[in-house]
Every structure is written in C-alpha cells, then in structure tokens.
C-alpha cells in the first residue's frame, strides 16, 4: 500500500480529515500553517519567477513537462505544494471540510494556497482546482506546468495503490465529470477497440440513433458516458471508505438516493457515522427515528451532538421534551428532563443551521412557561426570541420582540425600535429559500409544530 503524502502531511491529514476532534483539527491547521511558512520563503516554484509575461504553457518543452512530472512523483519534492493544497480545502468552507472543526472560512487565503499549490505543482491541488469556480486564472494558467491529465495519472496510480485520499479524488474527478477535460480519464470510460464489424454488431442494439452513431464511430455517447462514469465514481468513493475515510462520503450517499437505492444509502451513512463523521450520524439518527427504532436513533443523536453537530443537538433537544423514548423517565428525574432539552435548544439556537431559530422559541417558550421549573427570566427571554427572529424564517418573532420593546419586558423600553419591528416592510421582507438542511422528511412533532426535515431516504 502507497502512500501519496509524507509522513507529517500524513499526519496532519489525519488530524484534520479523520480524528474529528476539533482541537486535533486546529493542531493540523497549525503544522500545516508551519509547514508552509518555514518552506515557502526558501523553496521556490519552479521556474515561475524566471518567466516572462509572454511565456504560455505551451511554450514548456517535452523534456521540462517530463522533469516536472517526475518531481511531481516524489512525496518530499511536492510537499510543499500538498500542503497548500490542503490549506484549501481548510479556508474553503465546511463543505471541504467538517462544520464542526471550527476552521475560519477565508475566499482570499483559499485562491491564494490554491494557486500555490498550483505553482508547486501538487496534484491534488491541480485537480482540485476544477472543483473551485474561478480558480484557473489566465495568470495561473499560464503558470501551470503540471497538466491535469499528468495529475491525474500521479494521482490514480497512488489510488490503484489503496491510498485513501487519492481514492476519493478520483472518485470525484469521475462523479463532476471532470473527464470532460482530462483526456486519461475519459479513457478509461471509452470503449474497447473493436474492428467495424463488431461497431457494426453493437449499433444494432443500441436504443437511440445518436448512440448508433457514437457506436459506429468508436464513441460512447453522454448518457452512457455518464452512467458508466457514475459507477466509476462509486466504485472509489467506496475504496475510500473501506479504507477509514468518512469525512466526504455524502457523494457516494447522494449517487445511491439519485438510483433509488436506499439501502445501500443507508449502509453508507451507517458505516461513515461508525467512523466518526457527525452529519452522517444525523442522517443515520434520522432513518433510525423515521423506522420507529428510537433508542437507536437517540443513541446517534447523542454521539453526534456530542462532537457539536447541530442538527443532532436540536433532534436530541426534541427527545427529552417530547419523550420520544420511555426509558428516559426510567433515566433520568421527571424534572431534569426539560432542563436538559431547554439546556441543548439553547446550545442550538447558536448554531447556524436551518431550525436554528425554532431552537431558540423552544428554550423561550420553556422559560416562560416554567417547564420543569425553570425561572422566569425576562432578560433571558427577550434574548432568545430576538435570536430567533435574526433567523430565516422565523420573523414572527419580530411582534413579541416588539411587544417587550414597547412595555420594557426583560429589555429597555424603546418605542422606536418596537415600530420598526412591526413594519411590513421589516416583518414581510423576502427572507430567501432556506439555506436547506440535509434532511427532507416531515416528522409530526407533538406540540403541533411541524418542520421539514431533509432526509432524502
């Protein structure tokens, strides 16, 4: 088994893309950030300071491409460059990463180590850059020396080897079509070389004229170009999980929903949520709840609002208000049961996630009814209904916020602030589609409050 990375990205990958610890995560970004200042002010790349504003890629002669695509083959000459290519996906987002690492989300440093590991001729980094818009500039263009179609090749070639995280990139290369513009990977989906005669035999079997036509001309056409690309895409997708990596598995997920095959998707969560991956365990707890089987939904609830996933702490909030499991009046005092649910809506409401806000009513209403004899605070009350109503779709907070506004409850009176609260054109402004959680089912929750939750099993 090879493995693409040295032994300290190696590590630093493990601490970012596989402990889901938050602080083994901030260790990683912190080796990371090292790596590249120590390096980056001694290591050059190269060749780009020596070019002119005319020279193109073009220009890059044979022997140049060949000597730049065997140091490309070297884990120690492109370390520098990896490691800017993971500092990408750190500073992109939690879709590149994991929400709940608490990594700062930064467009700037994200094109700015993108294009460095570009220059440095990382593969990964060069294949990652068809997966963020706007990142191929005509300056880092001209910069490249590296193609995609030899970053493709280092990098499959290490994925035939079992390294995880090249499994997954590969994985995705076929799953976004990127085989549209790497030619080794539209290979591998085209046809065998067969004589005319045999062309000749297939077309007569084939469903559409256009794909008579690509048949006879040695061609697939788009359909099965992507039907065949899909299976590609699962095939490593599912490497990568054997292999431990869970953190990116929601396409292999949503190539199983998209067929109808919702075992296999669930077999998919249930495996990335046994190695850690939190939202998986939100989509697990969920097919768990929708089936009936509520202790084992709860016990995932549990695990992933444990490691901060949101959605998680909100469901497990709803099972100790709502006693979805009997065995929690067994568990725990009567009383402590809707403290415990007012203490996790509270965490969630300061989460930024879709039912955010319903969150946040929840701990308000619970306040100001008393619920297991919790103090009627004011303050506390005003505080939350006004995190509600800075959320989307929860508005219909802004009259009660209005209303203790006008009569000083828990707050300072300020009739001005109470009218503009009332306003059509504050309370009626157009709030958006919700950003969409990844739950799409309706769950009938027993205080006639009704939310949509996105699973798509």
Request: aromatic share 12%; net charge neutral.
């Amino acid at each position: 088994m090879a493995q693409y990375f040295t032994d300290r990205l190696q590590r630093v990958f493990h601490l970012i893309f596989m402990s889901y610890d938050p602080q083994s995560a901030q260790e990683g970004l912190r080796i990371l950030e090292s790596i590249v200042n120590n390096q980056s002010n001694v290591t050059k790349p190269i060749q780009h300071e020596l070019r002119n504003t005319a020279t193109s890629q073009s220009s890059v002669g044979e022997s140049d491409a060949e000597e730049v695509y065997q140091k490309a083959l070297s884990p120690e000459e492109r370390e520098l460059g990896d490691a800017y290519a993971l500092l990408t996906r750190v500073y992109a987002g939690p879709r590149f990463t994991w929400a709940e690492s608490g990594f700062p989300e930064d467009n700037m440093r994200t094109y700015q180590c993108l294009h460095d590991s570009i220059r440095r001729n990382s593969p990964i980094g060069t294949l990652q850059a068809l997966r963020i818009a706007g990142s191929i500039t005509p300056t880092v263009r001209r910069d490249m020396q590296l193609s995609f179609d030899d970053a493709f090749r280092i990098i499959y070639d290490y994925a035939k080897q079992d390294d995880a995280y090249c499994q997954y990139i590969i994985g995705n290369v076929f799953f976004w079509g990127d085989y549209h513009v790497i030619n080794e990977a539209k290979q591998l989906l085209g046809p065998e070389k067969a004589s005319f005669s045999q062309r000749l035999h297939q077309a007569t079997r084939s469903k559409s004229l256009r794909e008579v036509i690509a048949t006879l001309r040695g061609m697939v056409d788009e359909e099965t170009l992507q039907a065949k690309s899909r299976e590609h895409a699962k095939y490593w997708f599912t490497k990568a999980l054997d292999q431990g990596l869970a953190m990116f598995q929601g396409n292999l997920r949503n190539i199983y929903i998209d067929e109808g095959d919702y075992e296999n998707a669930r077999r998919v969560a249930r495996r990335a949520a046994e190695l850690g991956n939190p939202t998986m365990m939100l989509y697990t707890a969920l097919d768990h709840h929708e089936r009936g089987e509520f202790t084992e939904a709860f016990t995932w609830f549990t695990k992933g609002a444990e490691l901060g996933q949101p959605e998680c702490i909100a469901e497990l909030a709803d099972y100790y208000y709502h006693f979805f499991m009997s065995n929690l009046r067994c568990a725990l005092p009567f009383r402590t049961i809707p403290i415990k649910a007012t203490e996790l809506y509270q965490r969630a409401a300061t989460k930024d996630f879709n039912d955010a806000g319903y969150a946040a009513l929840q701990a308000a209403f619970n306040y100001i009814f008393h619920i297991g004899g919790l103090p009627l605070d004011w303050g506390l009350i005003a505080d939350l209904t006004h995190m509600a109503a800075t959320k989307d779709r929860f508005l219909f907070s802004l009259p009660y916020i209005s209303y203790m506004r006008i009569h000083g409850i828990g707050v300072t009176k300020n009739i001005r602030f109470a009218i503009q609260s009332l306003d059509p054109r504050v309370r009626g402004r157009e709030t958006g589609a919700s950003r969409g959680g990844p739950r799409a089912l309706l769950r009938y929750h027993p205080c006639a409050h009704t939310r949509c939750l996105g699973l798509r099993l």
